[in-house]
């Protein structure tokens, strides 16, 4: 392949993309579509594809321990009340 040729190629995937992130967002938008239409007494909200996507494990931890560290960092900013009297 020339360099005109993956130029040509490099255009097309920004139009265009594919691959595995694309498939794993199909997916991700047809399970939210087959579970927002399932009917359901619990569930609030509706839910987003992006809730069905799937993710490393490795990945998961990470964006777990950071969402953990966040949670502990805002209630640490907290002010306690004052006592009261």
Do not use: C
Request: charged residues 35%.
């Amino acid at each position: 392949m020339g360099a005109g040729e993956l130029e040509d190629w490099k255009r097309y995937y920004l139009v265009e993309p594919w691959g595995a992130w694309r498939d794993n967002l199909h997916a991700g938008i047809i399970a939210a579509m087959i579970a927002n239409t399932a009917p359901s007494t619990r569930r609030k909200r509706a839910r987003r594809a992006d809730e069905f996507l799937f993710v490393d494990a490795r990945e998961r931890r990470s964006q777990m321990t950071q969402r953990s560290l966040r949670y502990l960092f805002a209630i640490a900013r907290r002010k306690p009340k004052p006592p009261e009297g």
